[in-house]
């Protein structure tokens, strides 16, 4: 059975900081890439961050670049979203998401197969 499992979301004052987790199981990993996106209610999923399985490399929305940080931690199937000098604008709930080597666009939500069941950030000013 396959399942992303989010965790890390809560309540949180402007310019402090969060680390999501997804952890992973039932899926194969090598060459694929794991996603972050999150979404407001009425609005377009939207892609944070990406990183590649195997070869790390990683790559980032410009809303979110130089603020928050994607990891990985192979011996335990987990992705990871360090979140720092967050702003209001950053509330919304936190997707990840597997995308299969060769599918589509890494930034658009298409391109991913399985998702988590999300978990919530909520940024207060």
């Known amino acids: 059975q396959v399942q992303l499992v989010e965790s890390g979301g809560r309540l949180v004052q402007a310019g402090g900081s969060l680390r999501l987790s997804c952890a992973a199981s039932?899926?194969?990993?090598?060459?694929?890439?794991m996603g972050w996106f999150r979404q407001i209610p009425g609005k377009e999923r939207e892609f944070v961050a990406s990183?590649?399985?195997?070869?790390?490399?990683?790559y980032y929305a410009d809303s979110v670049k130089g603020r928050f940080t994607i990891s990985k931690d192979n011996a335990k199937f987990t992705v990871y979203l360090q979140m720092n000098s967050l702003k209001p604008e950053d509330t919304a709930v936190y997707y990840c998401?597997?995308?299969?080597?060769?599918?589509?666009?890494?930034?658009?939500?298409?391109?991913?197969?399985?998702w988590g069941q999300g978990t919530q950030v909520t940024v207060s000013s």
């Open positions: 998401a597997r995308r299969p080597r060769g599918w589509g666009n890494e930034v658009q939500p298409g391109a991913y197969d399985y």
């Open positions: 039932g899926l194969t990993f090598s060459s694929n890439t």
């Open positions: 990183i590649n399985w195997s070869g790390g490399s990683t």
